[in-house]
Nanobody, 125 residues
């Protein structure tokens, strides 16, 4: 079971898009719940999005709903977070996490077992 390694962060202007990637090396997309979390400067970590392994259904925080989309690619064994219409308040370090869950709220960090080191997203004009 390998640690997730996130990628895709960078510096963009408001209104632009980024796609974050989380390769599922060491765990299985058809059995593990995968979530995205972020920590903005001076703020606590918050849940952004998560996906159920059973049917790929997704959940989103209110702050990103309608702008962010989570998806998975079984052929590449990778989970993605497409971030559109980025705002300065989206700035922060984004973490990919994975865990085995049984009906738990997948936007709650304590239910995850394995965490990546994070990829930094900066939205600034």
């Amino acid at each position: 079971q390998a640690q997730p390694v996130e990628s895709g962060g960078g510096l963009v202007q408001p209104g632009e898009s980024l796609r974050l990637s989380c390769p599922a090396s060491g765990f299985h997309l058809d059995g593990w719940t995968v979530g995205w979390f972020r920590q903005a400067p001076g703020k606590e970590r918050e849940g952004v999005s998560c996906m159920s392994p059973d049917d790929g259904s997704t959940s989103y925080s209110n702050s990103v709903k309608g702008r962010f989309t989570m998806s998975r690619d079984f052929a590449k064994s990778t989970v993605y977070l497409q971030m559109n219409s980025l705002k300065p308040e989206d700035t922060g370090v984004y973490f990919c996490a994975a865990g085995l869950m049984y009906g738990a709220d997948c936007l709650v960090a304590q239910y995850y077992d394995t965490w990546g080191r994070g990829t930094r997203v900066t939205v600034s004009s």
